[in-house]
């Protein structure tokens, strides 16, 4: 249940979205072209870290609510592929819906229109803090060797210390992405995000343009090299493709049928030799050999006494 809080501030704030914003369903579909083609990105647990602070004026929440909207378009979600959570924050956080809350796209588009905004002051650390032990769980949906990805949007200067925490963020492996519009501190952006910054660091001039954020996110997140970036299993070799990956085998051995594990391919089991007498296997290969008091010829297979 939302916590409401009673002050004058927050109840012009939602006197003015009664009026302003715009139905559930103005924005049920994708609208920008640039962003229109699916993303197979393979599994990734993402939330989005949204500053809802009273420097955000309406129509400004408006735009990152459409910009988020946009964003899970592009992507293929679902219980088994990327997962969706949202937090907003200001002077408290405030979840929106975890990681396994909705497996469709349809309820994370309903979910993001029925956000109101908290407009209070700017509490970034306490948000990344609150993404780190609870939206990032077991309990909340997360998944163990899936990618962890947080998208903070933020307007402001935190009042609050953010490096540390979001340091502790980053060695649990949580990967940071920082958009800042207009008036966002890029010391603060830096501090916050996984390096290299020039990825994961974004600056734009007006919540209009943070749509330019979205195409380079598809980009990343539809190049990601889930070989290096998650803990795929394999048990020799990893191969990856946009967005998915499998597993090979090295030579001499055969992949099993979980896809993962491999298993000696033993040619002196399976009758593929020719030796006289015995064969001796190696994953792949085989040399022969001779009983006691028999010596193996040049031909490397037959025996003699």
Not at 223 to 234: A, F, N, R
């Amino acid at each position: 249940m939302r916590q409401l809080c009673v002050c004058v501030s927050v109840l012009l704030v939602l006197a003015t979205l009664a009026v302003a914003r715009p139905k559930a369903a103005d924005f049920q579909l994708n609208s920008n072209p640039a962003l229109e083609q699916k993303c197979k990105s393979g599994p990734v647990d993402l939330v989005f870290i949204i500053d809802s602070s009273r420097s955000v004026r309406p129509h400004e929440f408006e735009t990152m609510r459409k910009f988020m909207i946009d964003i899970i378009h592009t992507l293929d979600v679902g219980s088994n592929a990327t997962r969706v959570g949202l937090v907003q924050y200001s002077s408290q956080v405030q979840n929106e819906f975890s990681l396994k809350t909705h497996a469709k796209l349809q309820g994370m588009v309903k979910g993001i229109n029925e956000i109101i905004p908290l407009a209070q002051g700017t509490m970034t650390g306490l948000a990344i803090k609150y993404v780190m032990n609870h939206a990032f769980t077991a309990a909340e949906g997360d998944r163990p060797k899936v990618p962890n990805v947080a998208v903070i949007v933020t307007d402001g200067r935190p009042q609050d210390r953010v490096a540390e925490v979001a340091a502790e963020a980053r060695d649990k492996g949580i990967e940071i992405y920082t958009v800042g519009v207009a008036r966002a501190d890029m010391t603060s952006l830096r501090a916050m995000a996984s390096p290299p910054f020039e990825d994961h660091v974004f600056l734009v001039e007006s919540f209009d343009l943070i749509h330019q954020f979205g195409l380079q996110f598809q980009d990343k997140l539809c190049g990601m090299d889930l070989c290096l970036e998650s803990d795929h299993g394999c048990e020799h070799l990893c191969e990856s493709s946009p967005g998915s990956f499998h597993c090979l085998c090295r030579p001499g051995y055969t992949l099993n049928k979980d896809s993962k594990t491999c298993t000696a391919i033993d040619l002196c089991a399976e009758g593929k030799h020719d030796c006289e007498q015995s064969c001796i296997p190696s994953p792949g290969a085989f040399t022969c050999g001779c009983n006691i008091g028999y010596t193996l010829n040049n031909d490397k297979k037959t025996c003699t006494s």
